[in-house]
């Protein structure tokens, strides 16, 4: 008779040390979404690389100002923001894409989908005040160009080859006044291989410096890794 | 202890034209299913083993030339074949593996010299041709991870494309 009582405690406590290790295994959200970012967004086929400014409130809306020549077009509103296990979400319903950011790395970015497409993001924060207002000779301290001055190559790694391995990677990053790659994060990969190649290239490449600016610019870099055969047998060992 | 031997060196011929040192466990374990070897190719195999090829060679023709049964003649070939592929010669180890793989054509061993004879001949495509059948045959063997591993480094051309997205 006093079985099931004792069943039930231990299943209760079961089910609560349960919960409390799946609790402890949540993402921990770090970052701050509230403010103002400059970002990067790609991927998308038909508009390519856009470079937008995006204000995010507290009381959960969000505003975009796309730059396009030279000048940041108006506020767009987009959908409210909202976060679960650490991950940030809003949509752009002007071009239905979802934006994610993963609230446990050290800046705002991730990726964003629609049905048939996937790309990603990467800011760095913005003065407060930045907006379409800004005139059009600070545009260039708000969202200053970045145009790489030398862009090392990665290494492909010979176990790599060997095993006959081909992958894609996504890192982003910002780039120091100095034009120096700062905090880069890998946001992509397809396999940990190519990650420390990866990371040795972008230490060593280096972009256009902003002297005077104290602004951090986001950047991104996607890396294919391909394997082609060579051509028939014409190719003599060495 | 002769039929261990004359697995030994079929991997250690590899294994060493590889690079690599000693012959694994896999391979080893496999050296049961070999019978009836007589003293000269077991000699000789050991001889190869020790990368002592001409001798290995001088030894091993002796015993095919003594070679009792399918089975005997087929290992006979197979490492004379992988004794002339550690020497540099490619065309003769095909010769050799080519007539022990038409006594024995499940002998992966043969396979997978010959895919190493038409590595260092360069003919990539046959050397996968052939390290494909030996992989059908045993693919636990770690040997064949090696050539192919080897293959893959002179027949692929690495690229790397960039983009940036700014």
Redesign the interface.
Known sequence: MRAPPVLATLSLCLCFAAQVHAHKNRPVATLEPVGTWSCVVYGHPAFGDERVLLDVARDGSVRAAHERDGEISPWVSLTTWYVDDATMTFTDLHDGRRYEADLTFETLGGKWRTPTLLGGWWCSRGEPGLGPKLEKAKLETSMPPLLPSFTATPIYPIKAIREAKQGRAVSCFFVDPDGNVRQPEIVELSDEIFRAPILNALARSRYQPLPGENALRPGCRTFVFRLEPLTGDAVVAE | MARTQLIGLIVSLAAGAAGAQSSDRADRAESRTVLGVNDFLAQGAEQIRMRQYDEGIRLTTLGLAQASSINERAAALSNLCAAYAAKGNPDRAIDYCTQSLMLREDNWRAYSNRSYAY????????AHEDLDLAASINPEAPTIEKI???I???????????????
């Open positions: 590595y260092l001949k360069g003919q990539y495509r046959q192919r591993g080897m893959n480094e002179k027949s692929l051309r690495p690229s790397i494309t960039m983009e940036d997205h700014r």
